[in-house]
T-cell receptor, first 113, second 113 residues
């Protein structure tokens, strides 16, 4: 799996958009970008994933650059409950089978009242 | 229950003691993963099951670690002769066949004293 680089920490004001960057310059053509988050004392939670097109769901938006070497997770209106460690992961995804996930150390997002 | 359930939530073991950590995956989920998460770090892969078959155990740190899933549902992670460096949160995740989203339990926090 390709390595990712994320800033160790970020702050965001409540109600503002949180933009979390991730670099994955060695990503392969068949590797997807996944985002998970881990709220204190809980297990990681899936947020979103994408290959090359931008994606949006009820939790967040994922913007992937055209060369796919970096991406940004956007939480449009951050709340205090969004305070968590956010992990950017790249891996092959398929219709079945096994894909080991390597988490790294992630970005600790602190949403400030 | 609707989610992945792990028990116990907390375990304190004396050094040298054997421990067994249980994971109840979401019903029908074929894939099951175990991760180890040290304080301040991201989760590190330990092992993967597809049904009852253990297809990858490359992340198990030593032969003191053993995992099983005999009937393809509940899984147990056993650690023999625990050492202080085994202190961590042990996370279990399960995934439906063909799905890209893994669901994590809350983890078991193991403290070896």
């Amino acid at each position: 799996d390709a390595k990712t680089t994320q800033p160790p920490s970020m702050d965001c004001a409540e109600g503002r958009a949180a933009n979390l960057p991730c670099n994955h310059s060695t990503i392969s053509g068949n590797e997807y970008v996944y985002w998970y988050r881990q709220i204190h004392s809980q297990g990681p939670q899936y947020i979103i994933h994408g290959l090359k097109n931008n994606e949006t769901n009820e939790m967040a938006s994922l913007i992937i650059t055209e060369d796919r070497k970096s991406s940004t997770l956007i939480l449009p209106h951050a709340t205090l409950r969004d305070t968590a460690v956010y992990y950017c992961i790249v891996r092959v995804a398929g219709s079945g089978g096994y894909q080991k996930v390597t988490f790294g150390t992630g970005t600790k997002l602190q949403v400030i009242p | 229950g609707a989610g992945v359930s792990q028990s116990p939530r907390y375990k304190v073991a004396k050094r040298g003691q054997d421990v067994a950590l249980r994971c109840d995956p979401i019903s029908g989920h074929v894939s099951l993963f175990w991760y180890q998460q040290a304080l301040g770090q991201g989760p590190e892969f330990l092992t993967y099951f597809q049904n009852e078959a253990q297809l990858d155990k490359s992340g198990l740190p030593s032969d003191r670690f053993f995992a099983e899933r005999p009937e393809g549902s509940v899984s147990t992670l056993k650690i023999q002769r625990t050492q202080q460096e085994d202190s961590a949160v042990y996370l279990c995740a399960s995934r439906l066949q063909g799905s890209t989203e893994a669901f994590f339990g809350q983890g078991t926090r193991l403290t070896v004293v």
